[in-house]
């Protein structure tokens, strides 16, 4: 077996590779923005690989890829579905391998107090590919830290070009949805699932419960090189309880002004909050569900109070209407800005027969339906991306 260096031209989706005595991390926040909020949620969202995979061409038949995973288990709950690290040949998902070894951070959900048991790094490793000259991605676990150590093959490997003749490059925002929770893979996620069928360049900036317009985070997508931008909003301020309604419109004006600095012609959609039952009508903060967790379930309640929308307090169906607006009103001087409703990709009479299993988080199914309906809507002829897409929706 040979071993090649993991160099940054091997690496998409990352926007920095931090050197660590325990390997390459892979960050999707620069140094820079992470130190502007020390918020842990934050500091492990940005640290999750979503999106982010190896590239490479090669004849190899054996590829072997060492990793050093920080898994996370809740106290009292049973096991998190572990990591997994798919193979995707000439743009086809062909085999998806699970993680082995690595840290594991248990924390109690009741206290917040968290231990580390730190371990060994674990290897996957893909047999059988066919003996010819190939494009190979790996992509990484969207649910755990994961560090490069090292990669192995049975022939030598090369980077391939950053951005495949005719494709393009698609940056995307959003919650812990977008970030991939309850996926069935890293080529399961929604915004995967979309990038696939529209042939782009994924790079995904899906933040859990963070994705908070944080100045920093639009900084971000405004130096990050993209064809296509998208912001998926209002979930997380819900739930978090972030703002009122004052600060909210405000705050969006300020992401979307920063991203026209560095990106002032570019396709740039807005898509508002999929329906979530728990907090159409009723404000956050949300919350684990006390009683699920006594039954070792996890699942998330809106806690509230429905009659201080009156003073501002924010609501799925008032963060729509103001995104909306916002995206009206800015679209008669800015003809590249285009808004979604995102109840076009998951509304109430989904909820009937793609129930989110915690009341706030699709299942794997729903990923693979909303991410055909964003490229049928999007990707797709007459939609907002059309015309740059390197390739229509199929």
């Known amino acids: 077996m040979i071993a090649t260096p993991i160099t940054p031209d091997l690496v998409r989706g990352a926007v920095e590779l931090e050197p660590t005595d325990r390997g390459l991390l892979p960050h999707r926040l620069p140094s820079w923005a992470r130190a502007q909020c020390a918020d842990p949620q934050l500091t492990a969202a940005e640290a999750r690989p979503s999106g982010v995979r190896l590239a490479l061409r090669t004849r190899a ?6 990793t050093l995973r920080t898994t996370t288990v809740h106290h009292g709950l049973g096991p998190r579905p572990a990591g997994l690290y798919d193979l995707v040949v000439d743009g086809v998902p062909t085999d998806r391998r699970e993680g082995a070894g690595g840290d594991v951070v248990t924390i109690d959900l009741a206290t917040g107090a968290a231990t580390t048991d730190p371990g060994a790094p674990g290897t996957v490793r893909f047999a059988g590919l066919p003996d010819q000259d190939k494009d190979v991605e790996i992509w990484l676990p969207w649910n755990e830290v994961t560090r490069l150590v090292a990669l192995r093959t049975d022939a030598p490997v090369a980077p391939v070009a950053p951005v495949p003749p005719g494709a ?9 949805i977008s970030a991939g929770s309850n996926a069935a893979g890293p080529t399961g996620t929604w915004p995967a699932v979309a990038a696939r069928r529209g042939g782009l360049e994924l790079v995904n900036l899906g933040l859990a419960g963070s994705a908070l317009l944080d100045p920093s985070t639009a900084r971000t997508m405004r130096d990050t090189p993209a064809d296509l931008i998208s912001l998926k909003l209002g979930i997380n301020v819900v ?3 972030l703002m009122r309604l004052r600060a909210f419109g405000p705050a969006v004006h300020g992401v979307l002004d920063t991203i026209r600095d560095g990106h002032p012609t570019t396709p740039l959609l807005v898509v508002s909050p999929l329906y979530c039952a728990i907090h159409e009508d009723t404000p956050g903060p949300g919350a684990f569900d006390p009683e699920a967790l006594a039954r070792g379930e996890v699942s998330f309640r809106a806690t509230g109070d429905p009659e201080e929308v009156r003073a501002g307090k924010l609501t799925l169906r008032v963060v729509r209407a103001e995104l909306e607006r916002i995206v009206a009103e ?18 109430e009479a989904d909820a009937a027969t793609f129930p989110l299993p915690d009341g706030l988080h699709p299942d794997a199914a729903t990923h693979e339906v909303i991410g055909r309906r964003f490229a049928e809507h999007v990707l797709a002829a007459g939609g907002p991306f059309e015309d740059i897409a390197g390739r229509h929706a199929t």
């Open 61 to 66: 038949s054996v590829i072997e890829l060492e």
């Open 168 to 176: 393009r490059v698609w940056c995307h925002h959003g919650s812990s």
């Open 239 to 241: 739930n978090a309880d």
């Open 330 to 347: 800015r679209a008669a001087g800015d003809p590249h800005l285009h808004h979604l409703d995102g109840q076009v990709l998951y509304g």
